[in-house]
Protein backbone atom coordinates (compact mmCIF):
# COMPACT_ATOMS: atom_id res chain seq x y z
CA UNK A 1 0.00 0.00 0.00
CA UNK A 2 1.24 3.72 -0.48
CA UNK A 3 2.21 5.49 3.06
CA UNK A 4 -0.89 6.97 3.89
CA UNK A 5 1.26 9.43 6.45
CA UNK A 6 3.11 11.13 3.90
CA UNK A 7 0.38 11.14 1.95
CA UNK A 8 -1.68 13.13 4.18
CA UNK A 9 1.03 15.09 4.96
CA UNK A 10 1.39 16.00 1.18
CA UNK A 11 -2.72 16.97 1.00
CA UNK A 12 -2.39 18.88 4.39
CA UNK A 13 0.48 21.30 2.89
CA UNK A 14 -0.87 21.11 -0.71
CA UNK A 15 -4.40 22.56 1.22
CA UNK A 16 -2.26 25.18 3.41
CA UNK A 17 -0.41 26.62 0.03
CA UNK A 18 -4.65 27.20 -1.39
CA UNK A 19 -5.55 28.64 1.75
CA UNK A 20 -2.56 31.05 1.94
CA UNK A 21 -2.64 31.50 -1.81
CA UNK A 22 -6.62 32.43 -1.64
CA UNK A 23 -5.87 34.58 0.81
CA UNK A 24 -3.49 36.49 -0.89
CA UNK A 25 -5.38 37.03 -4.03
CA UNK A 26 -5.69 36.25 -8.00
CA UNK A 27 -2.16 36.12 -8.42
CA UNK A 28 -1.22 34.10 -5.98
CA UNK A 29 -3.78 31.60 -6.28
CA UNK A 30 -2.84 30.83 -10.16
CA UNK A 31 0.84 30.71 -8.91
CA UNK A 32 -0.51 28.24 -6.27
CA UNK A 33 -2.08 26.55 -9.10
CA UNK A 34 0.79 26.20 -11.56
CA UNK A 35 3.10 25.03 -8.71
CA UNK A 36 0.57 21.62 -7.46
CA UNK A 37 -1.15 21.03 -10.77
CA UNK A 38 -0.17 17.28 -11.71
CA UNK A 39 -3.91 15.25 -13.32
CA UNK A 40 -4.40 17.47 -16.14
CA UNK A 41 -0.84 16.84 -16.99
CA UNK A 42 -1.38 13.02 -16.80
CA UNK A 43 -4.60 13.62 -19.39
CA UNK A 44 -1.99 15.56 -21.51
CA UNK A 45 1.03 12.98 -21.69
CA UNK A 46 -1.80 10.40 -23.01
CA UNK A 47 -3.69 13.06 -25.20
CA UNK A 48 -0.82 13.43 -27.36
CA UNK A 49 0.38 10.07 -28.31
CA UNK A 50 0.43 8.00 -31.39
CA UNK A 51 -3.58 8.76 -32.60
CA UNK A 52 -3.07 12.48 -31.77
CA UNK A 53 0.26 12.48 -34.29
CA UNK A 54 -1.70 10.40 -36.67
CA UNK A 55 -5.27 12.46 -36.77
CA UNK A 56 -3.08 15.18 -36.92
CA UNK A 57 -1.60 14.48 -39.73
CA UNK A 58 -3.78 13.50 -41.78
CA UNK A 59 -6.22 16.18 -41.33
CA UNK A 60 -3.60 18.22 -42.77
CA UNK A 61 -3.06 16.29 -45.90
CA UNK A 62 -6.95 15.85 -46.53
CA UNK A 63 -8.30 19.09 -45.23
CA UNK A 64 -5.60 21.95 -45.03
CA UNK A 65 -6.29 24.34 -42.90
CA UNK A 66 -9.73 24.08 -43.10
CA UNK A 67 -10.02 21.56 -40.34
CA UNK A 68 -7.87 23.27 -37.45
CA UNK A 69 -11.19 23.81 -36.04
CA UNK A 70 -11.96 20.24 -35.39
CA UNK A 71 -9.32 18.99 -32.52
CA UNK A 72 -9.83 22.30 -30.76
CA UNK A 73 -13.24 22.15 -30.20
CA UNK A 74 -13.34 18.39 -29.20
CA UNK A 75 -10.87 19.40 -26.71
CA UNK A 76 -13.64 21.73 -25.35
CA UNK A 77 -15.75 19.19 -25.05
CA UNK A 78 -13.96 16.97 -23.44
CA UNK A 79 -12.74 19.12 -21.03
CA UNK A 80 -16.37 20.08 -20.29
CA UNK A 81 -17.32 16.02 -19.27
CA UNK A 82 -13.75 15.70 -17.25
CA UNK A 83 -14.68 18.43 -15.24
CA UNK A 84 -18.05 17.16 -14.67
CA UNK A 85 -16.48 13.50 -13.57
CA UNK A 86 -13.79 15.62 -11.11
CA UNK A 87 -16.90 17.84 -9.87
CA UNK A 88 -18.54 14.49 -9.24
CA UNK A 89 -15.34 12.80 -7.64
CA UNK A 90 -13.95 15.42 -5.81
CA UNK A 91 -17.58 16.33 -4.29
CA UNK A 92 -18.07 13.01 -3.11
CA UNK A 93 -14.61 11.14 -2.26
CA UNK A 94 -16.26 7.80 -3.92
CA UNK A 95 -14.42 5.63 -6.34
CA UNK A 96 -16.30 6.56 -9.48
CA UNK A 97 -16.50 2.70 -10.25
CA UNK A 98 -17.96 1.63 -7.00
CA UNK A 99 -20.47 5.01 -7.42
CA UNK A 100 -21.57 4.41 -11.24
CA UNK A 101 -22.67 0.61 -10.13
CA UNK A 102 -24.32 1.72 -7.04
CA UNK A 103 -26.58 4.77 -7.88
CA UNK A 104 -26.74 4.81 -11.39
CA UNK A 105 -26.11 1.46 -13.10
CA UNK A 106 -24.31 -1.89 -13.01
CA UNK A 107 -24.14 -2.07 -16.75
CA UNK A 108 -22.83 1.37 -16.93
CA UNK A 109 -20.32 0.56 -14.66
CA UNK A 110 -18.83 -2.28 -15.86
CA UNK A 111 -19.68 -1.06 -19.71
CA UNK A 112 -17.11 1.90 -18.94
CA UNK A 113 -14.34 -0.03 -16.92
CA UNK A 114 -13.99 -2.61 -19.76
CA UNK A 115 -14.32 -0.43 -22.13
CA UNK A 116 -11.13 1.65 -20.81
CA UNK A 117 -9.47 -1.28 -20.56
CA UNK A 118 -10.15 -2.54 -24.02
CA UNK A 119 -8.84 0.77 -24.97
CA UNK A 120 -5.58 0.53 -22.82
CA UNK A 121 -4.85 -2.44 -24.49
CA UNK A 122 -5.52 -1.78 -28.13
CA UNK A 123 -4.05 1.81 -28.36
CA UNK A 124 -0.64 0.68 -26.68
CA UNK A 125 0.16 -0.96 -30.29
CA UNK A 126 0.49 2.00 -32.23
CA UNK A 127 2.41 3.88 -29.00
CA UNK A 128 5.50 0.97 -29.82
CA UNK A 129 5.03 1.14 -33.46
CA UNK A 130 5.61 5.03 -33.77
CA UNK A 131 8.40 4.99 -30.67
CA UNK A 132 9.69 2.03 -32.76
CA UNK A 133 9.65 3.90 -35.96
CA UNK A 134 10.95 6.94 -34.47
CA UNK A 135 14.14 5.18 -33.53
CA UNK A 136 15.04 3.46 -36.12
CA UNK A 137 13.85 5.87 -38.88
CA UNK A 138 14.97 9.45 -37.13
CA UNK A 139 17.37 8.93 -34.12
CA UNK A 140 19.19 5.64 -34.38
CA UNK A 141 18.56 3.95 -37.89
CA UNK A 142 22.02 2.53 -37.71
CA UNK A 143 22.30 1.01 -34.54
CA UNK A 144 18.70 -0.01 -34.67
CA UNK A 145 18.07 -1.23 -38.05
CA UNK A 146 16.35 -4.21 -38.95
CA UNK A 147 14.74 -6.58 -37.48
CA UNK A 148 16.44 -7.28 -34.48
CA UNK A 149 16.73 -3.35 -33.55
CA UNK A 150 12.87 -3.32 -33.72
CA UNK A 151 13.04 -6.35 -31.11
CA UNK A 152 15.43 -4.02 -29.14
CA UNK A 153 13.65 -0.64 -29.41
CA UNK A 154 9.90 -2.66 -27.92
CA UNK A 155 12.01 -4.21 -24.93
CA UNK A 156 13.32 -0.19 -24.48
CA UNK A 157 10.24 1.09 -24.74
CA UNK A 158 8.55 -1.22 -22.08
CA UNK A 159 11.47 -0.87 -19.87
CA UNK A 160 11.60 2.49 -19.50
CA UNK A 161 7.84 2.63 -19.42
CA UNK A 162 7.84 0.30 -16.21
CA UNK A 163 10.86 2.06 -14.37
CA UNK A 164 8.36 5.44 -14.50
CA UNK A 165 5.52 3.56 -13.52
CA UNK A 166 7.24 2.02 -10.68
CA UNK A 167 8.15 5.60 -9.32
CA UNK A 168 3.90 6.25 -9.61
CA UNK A 169 3.52 3.71 -7.57
CA UNK A 170 6.09 5.04 -4.89
CA UNK A 171 5.29 7.40 -1.97
CA UNK A 172 7.06 10.90 -1.86
CA UNK A 173 9.68 11.43 -4.05
CA UNK A 174 8.85 8.87 -6.38
CA UNK A 175 5.30 10.14 -7.02
CA UNK A 176 7.21 13.90 -7.86
CA UNK A 177 9.58 12.54 -10.05
CA UNK A 178 6.80 10.57 -11.68
CA UNK A 179 5.01 14.26 -12.33
CA UNK A 180 8.53 16.07 -13.20
CA UNK A 181 9.32 13.30 -16.06
CA UNK A 182 5.62 13.54 -18.00
CA UNK A 183 5.38 17.34 -17.28
CA UNK A 184 9.16 17.15 -19.31
CA UNK A 185 7.67 14.64 -22.06
CA UNK A 186 4.92 16.82 -22.67
CA UNK A 187 6.89 20.07 -22.79
CA UNK A 188 9.34 18.07 -25.34
CA UNK A 189 6.72 17.23 -27.39
CA UNK A 190 5.02 20.60 -27.90
CA UNK A 191 8.35 22.37 -28.35
CA UNK A 192 9.77 19.87 -30.82
CA UNK A 193 6.43 20.56 -33.00
CA UNK A 194 6.11 24.17 -32.24
CA UNK A 195 9.53 24.85 -32.81
CA UNK A 196 9.06 23.43 -36.37
CA UNK A 197 6.19 25.53 -37.31
CA UNK A 198 8.15 28.70 -35.71
CA UNK A 199 10.74 27.90 -38.49
CA UNK A 200 8.19 27.23 -41.50
CA UNK A 201 6.79 30.71 -40.17
CA UNK A 202 10.14 32.34 -40.70
CA UNK A 203 10.56 31.26 -43.98
CA UNK A 204 7.47 33.00 -45.13
CA UNK A 205 5.77 30.14 -46.39
CA UNK A 206 3.10 29.61 -44.05
CA UNK A 207 -0.74 31.82 -45.07
CA UNK A 208 -1.50 32.76 -41.18
CA UNK A 209 -4.64 34.71 -42.68
CA UNK A 210 -5.88 31.46 -43.85
CA UNK A 211 -4.57 29.47 -41.02
CA UNK A 212 -6.16 31.42 -38.47
CA UNK A 213 -9.69 31.29 -40.87
CA UNK A 214 -9.24 27.70 -40.38
CA UNK A 215 -10.19 27.68 -36.45
CA UNK A 216 -13.62 28.89 -37.48
CA UNK A 217 -16.17 25.63 -37.01
CA UNK A 218 -17.49 24.50 -40.13
CA UNK A 219 -19.23 21.13 -39.67
CA UNK A 220 -20.17 21.10 -43.74
CA UNK A 221 -17.24 19.15 -44.83
CA UNK A 222 -18.53 16.39 -43.52
CA UNK A 223 -20.77 16.49 -46.62
CA UNK A 224 -18.49 18.44 -49.59
CA UNK A 225 -14.82 17.27 -49.82
CA UNK A 226 -11.88 20.34 -48.90
CA UNK A 227 -11.87 23.68 -50.93
CA UNK A 228 -8.38 23.05 -52.19
CA UNK A 229 -9.70 20.12 -53.98
CA UNK A 230 -12.35 20.84 -55.77
CA UNK A 231 -11.17 22.04 -58.70
CA UNK A 232 -8.98 18.87 -59.41
CA UNK A 233 -12.73 16.74 -58.63
CA UNK A 234 -14.39 19.26 -61.36
CA UNK A 235 -11.19 18.27 -63.45
CA UNK A 236 -11.61 14.51 -63.19
CA UNK A 237 -12.79 11.83 -65.77
CA UNK A 238 -15.15 10.92 -62.58
CA UNK A 239 -16.10 13.75 -60.09
CA UNK A 240 -18.80 11.53 -58.55
CA UNK A 241 -16.44 8.72 -57.68
CA UNK A 242 -13.76 10.87 -56.40
CA UNK A 243 -16.35 12.96 -54.49
CA UNK A 244 -17.46 10.36 -52.35
CA UNK A 245 -13.94 8.95 -51.92
CA UNK A 246 -12.81 11.99 -50.52
CA UNK A 247 -15.87 12.66 -48.50
CA UNK A 248 -15.09 9.14 -46.80
CA UNK A 249 -11.13 9.46 -46.30
CA UNK A 250 -12.04 13.09 -44.55
CA UNK A 251 -14.97 11.54 -42.92
CA UNK A 252 -12.35 8.77 -41.37
CA UNK A 253 -9.67 11.30 -40.49
CA UNK A 254 -12.41 13.65 -38.63
CA UNK A 255 -13.67 10.62 -36.87
CA UNK A 256 -10.00 9.60 -35.83
CA UNK A 257 -8.97 13.41 -34.64
CA UNK A 258 -12.09 14.10 -32.70
CA UNK A 259 -11.68 10.06 -30.99
CA UNK A 260 -7.99 11.27 -29.61
CA UNK A 261 -8.67 14.78 -28.51
CA UNK A 262 -10.42 12.97 -25.21
CA UNK A 263 -10.48 9.24 -24.80
CA UNK A 264 -12.97 6.97 -22.80
CA UNK A 265 -9.38 5.44 -20.90
CA UNK A 266 -8.66 9.13 -20.18
CA UNK A 267 -11.84 9.35 -18.57
CA UNK A 268 -10.91 6.49 -16.13
CA UNK A 269 -7.25 7.97 -15.34
CA UNK A 270 -8.59 11.78 -13.84
CA UNK A 271 -10.30 10.79 -10.95
CA UNK A 272 -8.43 7.96 -9.97
CA UNK A 273 -5.51 10.30 -10.11
CA UNK A 274 -7.04 13.02 -8.55
CA UNK A 275 -7.86 10.65 -5.52
CA UNK A 276 -4.17 9.07 -5.73
CA UNK A 277 -3.50 12.52 -4.98
CA UNK A 278 -5.74 12.84 -1.95
CA UNK A 279 -7.54 15.86 -3.03
CA UNK A 280 -11.51 16.24 -2.21
CA UNK A 281 -13.87 19.46 -2.01
CA UNK A 282 -11.22 22.02 -1.55
CA UNK A 283 -9.49 21.20 -4.99
CA UNK A 284 -12.50 21.83 -7.37
CA UNK A 285 -11.34 24.77 -8.64
CA UNK A 286 -7.59 23.83 -9.22
CA UNK A 287 -8.97 20.95 -10.67
CA UNK A 288 -10.71 22.84 -13.37
CA UNK A 289 -7.48 25.09 -13.80
CA UNK A 290 -5.24 21.76 -14.35
CA UNK A 291 -7.49 20.21 -17.15
CA UNK A 292 -7.44 23.91 -18.18
CA UNK A 293 -4.16 24.45 -18.79
CA UNK A 294 -2.19 20.85 -17.87
CA UNK A 295 -4.50 19.54 -21.30
CA UNK A 296 -5.89 22.08 -23.33
CA UNK A 297 -2.74 24.55 -24.12
CA UNK A 298 -0.04 21.89 -24.70
CA UNK A 299 -2.68 19.52 -26.64
CA UNK A 300 -4.36 22.66 -29.00
CA UNK A 301 -0.74 24.31 -29.41
CA UNK A 302 1.43 20.52 -30.80
CA UNK A 303 -2.26 18.92 -32.66
CA UNK A 304 -2.27 22.68 -34.63
CA UNK A 305 1.32 22.51 -35.22
CA UNK A 306 1.18 19.36 -36.96
CA UNK A 307 -1.80 20.45 -38.94
CA UNK A 308 -0.25 23.44 -40.14
CA UNK A 309 2.99 21.44 -41.48
CA UNK A 310 1.18 18.88 -43.01
CA UNK A 311 -1.33 20.93 -44.52
CA UNK A 312 1.74 23.44 -46.13
CA UNK A 313 3.45 20.24 -47.41
CA UNK A 314 1.00 18.14 -48.54
CA UNK A 315 -2.76 19.13 -49.11
CA UNK A 316 -3.59 19.62 -52.92
CA UNK A 317 0.58 19.03 -53.73
CA UNK A 318 1.79 16.41 -55.76
CA UNK A 319 5.07 16.07 -57.57
CA UNK A 320 4.70 16.33 -61.43
CA UNK A 321 7.38 13.59 -62.21
CA UNK A 322 5.81 11.28 -60.05
CA UNK A 323 2.18 12.27 -61.30
CA UNK A 324 3.52 11.73 -64.91
CA UNK A 325 5.34 8.39 -64.60
CA UNK A 326 4.14 5.77 -67.35
CA UNK A 327 1.53 3.07 -65.75
CA UNK A 328 4.10 0.60 -66.09
CA UNK A 329 6.25 2.01 -63.28
CA UNK A 330 3.31 3.22 -61.23
CA UNK A 331 3.17 0.78 -58.00
CA UNK A 332 2.05 0.97 -54.43
CA UNK A 333 -0.73 2.86 -52.80
CA UNK A 334 -0.68 5.26 -55.69
CA UNK A 335 -1.33 2.21 -58.08
CA UNK A 336 -4.16 1.15 -56.03
CA UNK A 337 -5.86 4.63 -55.93
CA UNK A 338 -5.67 5.06 -59.70
CA UNK A 339 -6.57 0.95 -59.84
CA UNK A 340 -9.87 1.69 -57.76
CA UNK A 341 -10.73 4.58 -59.47
CA UNK A 342 -11.28 2.73 -62.98
CA UNK A 343 -12.39 -0.25 -61.26
CA UNK A 344 -15.39 1.98 -60.54
CA UNK A 345 -17.30 2.04 -63.91
CA UNK A 346 -17.12 -1.15 -65.24
CA UNK A 347 -17.62 -2.82 -61.57
CA UNK A 348 -15.07 -4.50 -59.29
CA UNK A 349 -15.45 -7.91 -61.18
CA UNK A 350 -15.03 -6.82 -64.69
CA UNK A 351 -12.28 -5.02 -63.69
CA UNK A 352 -10.48 -7.89 -62.26
CA UNK A 353 -10.65 -9.88 -65.57
CA UNK A 354 -8.68 -7.30 -67.43
CA UNK A 355 -4.70 -8.10 -68.23
CA UNK A 356 -2.19 -5.82 -66.35
CA UNK A 357 -1.12 -4.35 -69.88
CA UNK A 358 -4.62 -3.22 -70.60
CA UNK A 359 -5.26 -1.73 -67.09
CA UNK A 360 -1.98 -0.15 -67.93
CA UNK A 361 -3.43 1.51 -70.86
CA UNK A 362 -5.97 2.59 -69.08
CA UNK A 363 -4.23 4.43 -66.70
CA UNK A 364 -2.20 6.19 -69.17
CA UNK A 365 -5.25 6.79 -70.68
CA UNK A 366 -6.44 8.83 -67.60
CA UNK A 367 -7.07 12.70 -67.19
CA UNK A 368 -3.68 14.46 -65.39
CA UNK A 369 -6.34 15.36 -62.28
CA UNK A 370 -7.19 11.69 -62.01
CA UNK A 371 -3.57 10.88 -61.46
CA UNK A 372 -2.79 14.12 -59.22
CA UNK A 373 -5.80 13.02 -56.73
CA UNK A 374 -4.46 9.25 -56.81
CA UNK A 375 -0.81 11.09 -55.51
CA UNK A 376 -2.65 13.15 -53.13
CA UNK A 377 -4.67 10.37 -51.28
CA UNK A 378 -1.35 8.19 -50.93
CA UNK A 379 -0.67 7.84 -47.13
CA UNK A 380 1.81 9.94 -45.57
CA UNK A 381 3.35 10.13 -42.03
CA UNK A 382 5.01 12.34 -39.57
CA UNK A 383 8.53 10.66 -41.13
CA UNK A 384 7.29 11.61 -44.97
CA UNK A 385 6.97 15.20 -43.13
CA UNK A 386 10.16 15.11 -41.79
CA UNK A 387 11.73 14.44 -45.13
CA UNK A 388 9.95 16.71 -47.14
CA UNK A 389 10.78 19.49 -44.50
CA UNK A 390 14.21 19.25 -45.03
CA UNK A 391 13.57 20.81 -48.42
CA UNK A 392 13.25 23.96 -46.51
CA UNK A 393 15.87 23.37 -43.51
CA UNK A 394 18.06 21.61 -45.50
CA UNK A 395 19.74 17.64 -45.60
CA UNK A 396 21.64 17.26 -42.04
CA UNK A 397 19.42 14.88 -40.03
CA UNK A 398 18.19 18.12 -37.82
CA UNK A 399 14.60 17.90 -39.03
CA UNK A 400 15.00 14.12 -38.90
CA UNK A 401 15.47 14.53 -35.43
CA UNK A 402 13.81 17.07 -34.30
CA UNK A 403 10.31 14.96 -35.66
CA UNK A 404 12.31 11.79 -33.99
CA UNK A 405 12.63 13.47 -30.53
CA UNK A 406 8.44 14.70 -30.43
CA UNK A 407 7.11 11.28 -31.85
CA UNK A 408 9.34 9.37 -29.29
CA UNK A 409 7.88 11.21 -26.46
CA UNK A 410 4.68 11.12 -27.44
CA UNK A 411 5.02 7.48 -27.80
CA UNK A 412 7.11 6.63 -24.20
CA UNK A 413 4.74 9.23 -22.36
CA UNK A 414 1.36 7.22 -23.70
CA UNK A 415 2.49 4.28 -22.83
CA UNK A 416 3.23 5.14 -19.35
CA UNK A 417 0.16 6.63 -18.98
CA UNK A 418 -2.25 3.83 -20.42
CA UNK A 419 0.10 0.87 -18.23
CA UNK A 420 -1.25 3.56 -15.26
CA UNK A 421 -5.11 3.70 -15.77
CA UNK A 422 -4.73 0.07 -16.80
CA UNK A 423 -3.51 -0.56 -13.12
CA UNK A 424 -6.54 1.49 -11.99
CA UNK A 425 -8.83 -0.87 -14.15
CA UNK A 426 -7.18 -3.53 -12.43
CA UNK A 427 -7.51 -2.74 -8.91
CA UNK A 428 -11.18 -1.64 -9.61
CA UNK A 429 -11.85 -5.00 -10.97
CA UNK A 430 -10.50 -7.01 -8.18
CA UNK A 431 -11.83 -4.91 -5.43
CA UNK A 432 -8.13 -3.89 -4.17
CA UNK A 433 -7.97 -0.06 -4.56
CA UNK A 434 -4.33 1.50 -3.36
CA UNK A 435 -2.97 -2.18 -3.70
CA UNK A 436 0.54 -1.03 -5.04
CA UNK A 437 1.47 -5.07 -6.45
CA UNK A 438 -2.43 -5.27 -7.90
CA UNK A 439 -1.89 -1.75 -9.70
CA UNK A 440 1.58 -3.00 -10.78
CA UNK A 441 0.37 -5.93 -12.22
CA UNK A 442 -2.50 -4.17 -13.93
CA UNK A 443 0.18 -1.44 -15.21
CA UNK A 444 2.29 -4.13 -17.41
CA UNK A 445 -0.83 -5.46 -19.29
CA UNK A 446 -0.69 -2.52 -22.19
CA UNK A 447 2.89 -3.13 -22.11
CA UNK A 448 3.32 -6.84 -23.20
CA UNK A 449 0.09 -6.71 -25.39
CA UNK A 450 1.02 -3.71 -27.12
CA UNK A 451 4.75 -4.76 -27.56
CA UNK A 452 3.85 -8.04 -28.60
CA UNK A 453 0.74 -6.67 -30.61
CA UNK A 454 3.05 -4.32 -32.63
CA UNK A 455 5.44 -7.01 -33.10
CA UNK A 456 3.28 -9.83 -34.33
CA UNK A 457 0.40 -8.13 -36.57
CA UNK A 458 1.61 -4.72 -37.08
CA UNK A 459 5.93 -5.10 -37.49
CA UNK A 460 5.60 -3.92 -41.40
CA UNK A 461 6.95 -0.11 -42.04
CA UNK A 462 3.68 0.62 -44.14
CA UNK A 463 1.33 0.21 -41.14
CA UNK A 464 3.31 1.82 -38.40
CA UNK A 465 1.65 5.35 -38.78
CA UNK A 466 -1.83 4.18 -40.03
CA UNK A 467 -1.95 1.80 -36.91
CA UNK A 468 -3.42 4.92 -35.09
CA UNK A 469 -6.14 5.84 -37.23
CA UNK A 470 -8.26 2.39 -37.05
CA UNK A 471 -7.48 2.35 -32.89
CA UNK A 472 -8.54 6.09 -32.56
CA UNK A 473 -11.90 5.33 -34.51
CA UNK A 474 -12.27 1.80 -32.13
CA UNK A 475 -11.79 4.82 -29.51
CA UNK A 476 -14.55 7.33 -30.86
CA UNK A 477 -16.86 4.27 -30.35
CA UNK A 478 -16.47 3.67 -27.03
CA UNK A 479 -16.68 7.14 -25.99
CA UNK A 480 -20.75 7.84 -25.40
CA UNK A 481 -19.98 5.12 -22.72
CA UNK A 482 -18.26 7.39 -20.21
CA UNK A 483 -20.41 10.90 -21.53
CA UNK A 484 -23.48 9.82 -20.67
CA UNK A 485 -22.63 8.02 -17.58
CA UNK A 486 -20.93 11.59 -16.53
CA UNK A 487 -24.28 13.02 -17.54
CA UNK A 488 -25.89 11.25 -15.61
CA UNK A 489 -23.93 11.09 -12.31
CA UNK A 490 -24.11 15.05 -12.14
CA UNK A 491 -28.20 14.82 -11.95
CA UNK A 492 -27.95 11.91 -9.50
CA UNK A 493 -28.93 13.73 -5.66
CA UNK A 494 -28.33 10.42 -4.02
CA UNK A 495 -25.03 10.42 -5.15
CA UNK A 496 -24.13 14.86 -5.00
CA UNK A 497 -26.17 15.50 -1.91
CA UNK A 498 -25.93 18.80 -0.59
CA UNK A 499 -23.27 19.07 -3.89
CA UNK A 500 -25.77 18.44 -6.33
CA UNK A 501 -25.80 21.47 -8.95
CA UNK A 502 -28.67 23.98 -9.07
CA UNK A 503 -29.96 26.82 -10.73
CA UNK A 504 -28.66 28.56 -14.11
CA UNK A 505 -24.96 26.56 -13.27
CA UNK A 506 -26.56 23.12 -13.32
CA UNK A 507 -28.78 24.88 -16.44
CA UNK A 508 -25.55 25.79 -18.47
CA UNK A 509 -23.66 22.78 -17.28
CA UNK A 510 -26.54 20.14 -18.76
CA UNK A 511 -26.58 21.82 -21.97
CA UNK A 512 -23.16 21.83 -22.31
CA UNK A 513 -22.72 18.44 -21.94
CA UNK A 514 -25.71 17.15 -23.56
CA UNK A 515 -24.09 19.13 -26.79
CA UNK A 516 -20.89 16.86 -26.35
CA UNK A 517 -23.06 14.36 -25.50
CA UNK A 518 -24.74 14.45 -28.79
CA UNK A 519 -21.63 15.35 -30.93
CA UNK A 520 -19.61 11.75 -29.67
CA UNK A 521 -22.60 9.61 -30.04
CA UNK A 522 -22.44 11.20 -33.88
CA UNK A 523 -19.16 10.51 -34.39
CA UNK A 524 -19.19 7.22 -32.69
CA UNK A 525 -22.50 6.11 -34.72
CA UNK A 526 -20.80 7.39 -38.11
CA UNK A 527 -17.44 5.09 -37.28
CA UNK A 528 -19.73 1.84 -35.96
CA UNK A 529 -21.38 2.05 -39.08
CA UNK A 530 -18.60 3.04 -41.70
CA UNK A 531 -16.52 -0.01 -40.37
CA UNK A 532 -19.22 -2.75 -38.73
CA UNK A 533 -22.42 -1.49 -40.36
CA UNK A 534 -25.73 -2.29 -39.14
CA UNK A 535 -24.79 -5.22 -37.62
CA UNK A 536 -22.92 -2.55 -35.25
CA UNK A 537 -25.75 -0.76 -34.77
CA UNK A 538 -27.61 -3.20 -33.78
CA UNK A 539 -25.09 -4.40 -31.18
CA UNK A 540 -25.30 -0.64 -29.84
CA UNK A 541 -28.99 -0.79 -29.39
CA UNK A 542 -28.89 -4.00 -27.33
CA UNK A 543 -26.37 -2.40 -25.12
CA UNK A 544 -28.39 0.55 -24.50
CA UNK A 545 -31.46 -2.16 -23.61
CA UNK A 546 -29.18 -3.41 -21.34
CA UNK A 547 -28.29 -0.37 -19.79
CA UNK A 548 -32.04 0.78 -19.47
CA UNK A 549 -33.32 -2.53 -18.30
CA UNK A 550 -30.31 -2.77 -15.62
CA UNK A 551 -31.15 0.71 -14.59
CA UNK A 552 -34.65 0.31 -14.22
CA UNK A 553 -34.09 -3.13 -12.27
CA UNK A 554 -31.63 -1.09 -10.14
CA UNK A 555 -33.74 1.66 -9.11
CA UNK A 556 -36.83 -0.92 -8.21
CA UNK A 557 -34.43 -2.56 -6.50
CA UNK A 558 -33.10 0.58 -3.89
CA UNK A 559 -36.57 1.72 -3.72
CA UNK A 560 -37.88 -1.55 -2.30
CA UNK A 561 -34.69 -1.31 0.58
CA UNK A 562 -35.58 2.34 1.02
CA UNK A 563 -39.29 1.22 1.76
CA UNK A 564 -38.25 -1.54 4.16
CA UNK A 565 -35.86 0.76 5.65
CA UNK A 566 -38.85 2.67 6.46
Keep these: ?16 VLAEARSRGAGATLAAFVKLSGPGWLQSAITLGGGSLAGSLYLGVIGGYDFLWLQPLMMILG ?37 ALMANLVWAMPQF ?41 SAGMGMRIFDWTLKAMVGLVVISFFGVVTAMSLEGILDW ?13 LWRPAADLQPFIAASGNPDYWTQAIL ?45 TGLFIPFVLATSCVVIAAASQFHARFDPAEVDRPAAEITGEFRANLEKRLAAEPGPEAFAALEPAAIDAQIDALPSADRQLAVMLVKRDAFDLAK ?10 LTQR ?23 CVTEMTQRPGDRVVHRLGAVLPGVVGGLGFLAVWGDDQARFWLAVPTSNFGMALLPIAYVTFFLMMNNRSLLGDAMPTGLFRLVANLVMLVAIGVAGFGAGMSIYANLGWGGMVAVAIFVAAVFAASLMHSSRQAGSQANAG
Design 1 to 16: MVDESASSERVLRERE
Design 79 to 115: VVMLSAIAYVTLSTGQRPFDAITTHISPVLGWGWLLA
Design 129 to 169: SLGTAALQQNLLPEALGGESGKFLCVLGLFLVASVVVWFYD
Design 209 to 221: GRILAGFTPDVGL
Design 248 to 292: ATQRERMIAAAATAVGINMTFLLPYSMLRKGWDRGFRGLAAFDLS
Design 388 to 397: SLENLFGEGG
Design 402 to 424: IFGVGVLGMAISTIIILMVINGF
